[in-house]
């Protein structure tokens, strides 16, 4: 099932590339910064500020992760936006990254903990047919874990994009 569904999303994808002229207002995609990835909405509020939102609802059996973040995006667009283009951007971003276990059948119990995050970066994007961006970016992160006590370090991450208008 999953395989038609992205079969079917790339071929909606691909015939709407020529379509109609797109000024990449509103994109939805997919967005990585690991550790964390998940779905993500730009919003362009001009031809250089864009804002995005990235949700990632993932569980597997006795483990769940919730991430929930927000960026704004500053985007030095190419002035001759033909059928491909280069724009270089950086990035500020929050997040609330939730976990939790249930352990209990093992006798360990319940837990659940909620880290809050921020990272700062830059990247670039390729964008094809003025509708589909490919990015690849690099930055810095941290994020609280307890009381006091944080990580930080080298983010890396990409995402796929399909600008809608």
């Not at 929050?94 to 700062?120: A, I, R």
């Not at 992160?141 to 930080?152: A, E, F, L, Q």
């Amino acid at each position: 099932m999953k395989k038609i569904v992205i079969m079917v999303i790339v071929f909606l994808m691909v015939t709407h590339l020529n379509a109609q002229d797109v000024k990449r207002k509103l994109g939805v995609g997919l967005q990585a910064s690991l550790p964390t990835y998940g779905i993500s909405a730009k919003y362009g509020i001009t031809e250089q500020s864009v804002i995005q939102g990235t949700i990632a609802p993932f569980s597997a059996g006795l483990f769940s992760m919730n991430f929930y973040g927000a960026r704004y995006i500053h985007r030095f667009p190419d002035k001759d936006q033909g059928k491909v283009s280069l724009d270089p951007y950086i990035y500020g971003g929050v997040g609330l990254m939730s976990f939790k276990t249930n352990l209990s059948d093992f006798g360990m119990g319940k837990s659940s903990e909620s880290f809050f995050s921020y990272s700062v970066g830059g990247g670039v994007e390729l964008i094809v047919a003025k509708k589909l961006g490919l990015s690849a970016e690099l930055g810095y992160g941290k994020m609280n874990v307890v009381d006091g006590i944080s990580v930080s370090g080298i983010l890396g991450g990409g995402g796929l994009h399909f600008y809608i208008f």
